[in-house]
T-cell receptor
Framework: GQQLNQSPQSMFIQEGEDVSMNCTSS?????WLWYKQDPGEGPVLLIA?????ELTSNGRLTAQFGITRKDSFLNISASIPSDVGIYFC????????????FGKGITLSVRP | DAGITQSPRYKITETGRQVTLMCHQT?????MFWYRQDLGHGLRLIYY???????DKGEVPDGYVVSRSKTENFPLTLESATRSQTSVYFC????????????FGDGTRLSIL
C-alpha cells in the first residue's frame, strides 16, 4: 500500500532556530496536509496544499507541495517552546473517499 | 461551536468485554473516520463512512464494528476487546470527498487489561 515517509522520528532544536521537515511518497497525491498534535489532543490542521508547486504560509510555518507531487516539506522559522509536538504529513488522492495516508510523524523538541 | 467530540476520553476495560466509543460532530459533515494511534505506527484507519448508513473498512478493521444511523454520530464498537486493541482512538470528519482536510476529535485513550 501507499506509504508516506517522514524522518527522522525525532528532532531536537534550540529555541529561535529554524527547522525543516520532509515528507516523501512513492505515489502521487493531489492534496498534501500538515497536522500538529499536542500531547493528549487530536491532530490539528496546520496547512493544506492543493496544487503542485504551491507554497503556503501560516504565520511562522511555510509548506510546499512538491513539483513531482510525491513530496512536501514544512518549515518552521524562529522556533518557540510551544512548537513542541508531533508533526504529521498526510496525502490524499482525489476520488479516494477523502481517505488520508499519514506519515508516522516527527516529534519535535525545542530547548529553551 | 462544539465541533467534533469523543467520549469517553479515558476507558479501562477487561479482555472479552464489549466497549463502544462515541463520536459526535455538529458540522453535518458527510464523511467520518475512525483511526487508532500506536507508537511506531502513526495513525491507521479502522473504518470510515461517506454518509448515513454507508460504511467501509479501512486498513485495520478486524475486531471492530461501526454504524452510522445518523449523520452526526459514528460509534465504534469493540465486540470482544483484546489487549492488542489498547490504543488511542481518534475520530475525524470532513464535509465532502473532494480533498477537504479532516478535522479530528481529542481522542479516547483505551486500555484493555
Amino acid at each position: 500500500g501507499q506509504q508516506l515517509n517522514q524522518s527522522p522520528q525525532s528532532m531536537f532544536i534550540q529555541e529561535g532556530e529554524d527547522v525543516s521537515m520532509n515528507c516523501t511518497s512513492s505515489s502521487i497525491f493531489n492534496t498534501w496536509l500538515w497536522y500538529k498534535q499536542d500531547p493528549g489532543e487530536g491532530p490539528v490542521l496546520l496547512i493544506a496544499l492543493y496544487k503542485a508547486g504551491e507554497l503556503t504560509s501560516n504565520g511562522r510555518l511555510t509548506a510546499q507541495f512538491g513539483i513531482t507531487r510525491k513530496d512536501s516539506f514544512l518549515n518552521i522559522s524562529a522556533s518557540i517552546p510551544s512548537d513542541v509536538g508531533i508533526y504529521f504529513c498526510a496525502g490524499q488522492l482525489s476520488g479516494a473517499n477523502s481517505k488520508l495516508t499519514f506519515g508516522k510523524g516527527i516529534t519535535l523538541s525545542v530547548r529553551p | 461551536d462544539a465541533g467534533i467530540t469523543q467520549s469517553p476520553r479515558y476507558k479501562i476495560t477487561e479482555t472479552g468485554r464489549q466497549v463502544t466509543l462515541m463520536c459526535h460532530q455538529t458540522w453535518s459533515h458527510s464523511y467520518m473516520f475512525w483511526y487508532r494511534q500506536d507508537l511506531g505506527h502513526g495513525l491507521r484507519l479502522i473504518y470510515y463512512s461517506a454518509a448515513a448508513d454507508i460504511t467501509d473498512k479501512g486498513e485495520v478493521p478486524d475486531g471492530y464494528v461501526v454504524s452510522r444511523s445518523k449523520t452526526e454520530n459514528f460509534p465504534l464498537t469493540l465486540e470482544s476487546a483484546t489487549r492488542s486493541q489498547t490504543s488511542v482512538y481518534f475520530c475525524a470528519s470532513t464535509p465532502t470527498g473532494g480533498g477537504q482536510p479532516q478535522h479530528f476529535g481529542d481522542g479516547t485513550r483505551l486500555s484493555i487489561l
